[in-house]
């Protein structure tokens, strides 16, 4: 019920953000000419009609390509003035990369003189982080074809290059970018003392890091939506509970200069109070999946150093007792005060700290086997059940649960949280769940034991009520609960859950229960925008019998025209559709046809039509049929 309060008022927040080119256009009404740096009257009104211009799409490549060369021509002589001005930093950033070799080198002459006064900036970092960013793809761009690993990797980027303006360079053009690169790092790390605790510069170590150990997207860290690129989103970041990076392919000098960052800080008398700031926690976390790909001795002893110095020091000690005093603390309390007070007492110094915690999910994400294990036993055994019911710390609990591969370290845990199942529900902290799920599935253990404590949380585990363990899994709540409407609110980590037990070696009972339930409910459940991808999970699901599918598609019969009228309803739709045999695809289409004008008066309904071709099938289902065979070939 927790989701329900939270999700709209999220959404209300998001509406309510400042449009930057609004913005820039009520400045220029008041005679304001942006912040930053003062730039002509007629060249501001330009850069806000170029904005324009670029929101609304330019799909001509030469369109582009004009347009990009022109502004950054008009820019010429002004350049340094121009990037100072908050409209002008904003404009040049979004063109720098479809810049021509020539105007792209020009920027690079103009600002290397003044790095000094740029990387503080609050405006031109961006600049210098952009002309980092873009030389070093220009520089690596032609070692990533050469390497079989990247391939998956490189097909999105091909069909994102197609949009930039000059897809080749010459060698010269890679060597100044190298050497640009190669620069502009090496004086981020001369210039180290000085940047880590600037608001500004910061951003330019992290980008220099990025850029050294091939990282194309942090965990949790979605793309930069440049506006000429609206159309493609090949890359949409790294999903919750997925443990694993992607690196480009670097030079072996990008590597070394990446371990001397590394180096340099380890070595600061200082470097233990670092996580517990968050502008500098968030530059070692930066630096901790940088050199997972670059030095795996450096990662190793960065992780130990943070651990025996930081995260939980050896002259530590609680000044209370762990899990057997915290039971008998009321869950649903929301005192936070006592929360800090059982934080503070029972709890390594990292969970005194939001940004320490963070820093400590890094080094889960980037830590091997034993140094897992050590920060396991260091910070988490025997207080799992406490940080899983508390707001800030559960997330931390669930990338423990993500990052682990070993079943002997796994069922200690499951053990552990066994028994908080219901306080999880309590207390809103369902993503816990989604993680032991997800974990039990990976694993191949502590799978029915799932089921059964889920079952109990819910108040279904007695056979009478076994049957509503479906629903009430996708709303996350106790049976019992006073939520007895019919159109009820499907929790996106509920669906999770159930979408990952119906991938279980023994799923029986979440089928047969969600077979149980009427047509009705069936229908709305894959006509919610999370309840659809239930349809997923019964259609795909390696343990999910032939038999359970049959019953599924022979209960929604009748109400296939109702299905693949909604947005979401026509997705599940789909995948049951390709799951029928050739027979029962014939009967679905002979209820589609009945009524098609109905299908028609929806855009969902009109691409389902077209989609199966409901049109032959009406005229003759004999090469309906037979054209079906070559499809589905």
Known sequence: MGEESVDPNKKRHRKKRKNFLSNAKKYAKKGQMGRGTKIPEELYQYFVGILDVIKQGIEDPDERKSLVTNVLERTKGEELNVVGNQLGCRLVELLLPYASPEDFQRYIEVLSPELRRLCSDNFTSHIIETLLRV???????????????????????????????????TKEHI????????????????????????????????????????????????????????????????????TEMKYKVVPDEFKEIAKDFGNRLSAWPQFKDLPYQNITSALLQVLLYAVKNVDKNLTKSLIKKLLNESFAPEDWMATGTDEKKDEKIDIDASNTKDEQKLTAGNLPPVFESESAVRLLEAALFVSRKKMYTQIYARCFINRLGQLATMPMLNFTVQRLIDNCNVKEEFEPMFEELSPKFGALLACGNTGVLVALAKACLRIKAK??????????????????????????????????????????????????????????????????????????????IFSDPKGCHVADALCRGQFVGVKARDKLIWKLKGYYQKLALSQHGSRAFEQIFEASSPEQKVKIMTELSDKSNLLNSTNYGRLIATKLDLNTFK??????EESRKKIDK
């Open 135 to 169: 030389s070093c793809e220009r520089a690596t761009e032609h070692l990533q074809s050469n390497d079989e690993l990247e391939e998956e990797e490189e097909v999105p980027k091909k069909k994102v290059k197609l949009e930039n303006p000059s897809d080749k360079y």
């Open 175 to 242: 060597d100044i970018c190298h050497e640009f690169t190669v620069k502009i790092c090496k004086y981020a790390l001369n210039n180290l003392e000085d940047f880590v605790w600037d608001q500004y510069a910061n951003h330019i170590l992290r980008s220099a890091l990025k850029c050294l150990s091939g990282i194309t997207l942090l965990p949790g860290e979605k793309p930069k939506v440049n506006l000429f690129r609206e159309a493609i989103q090949d890359k949409k970041g790294i999903p919750p509970h997925q």
């Open 447 to 524: 799978q029915i034991q799932f089921i059964q404590n889920l079952e109990k949380a819910l108040n279904c585990s007695d056979a009478e009520n076994q049957k509503h363990f479906p629903v009430q899994c996708l709303k996350m709540l106790p049976l019992g609960t006073n939520d007895n409407n019919k159109d009820y609110f499907i929790n996106v980590h509920g669906s999770v859950v159930m979408q990952t037990i119906l991938d279980f070696q023994r799923p029986a009972k979440p089928v047969s229960g969600l077979l149980e339930l009427s047509s009705e409910e069936l229908l709305y």
């Open 619 to 624: 005229v003759s289902q004999k090469k309906w």
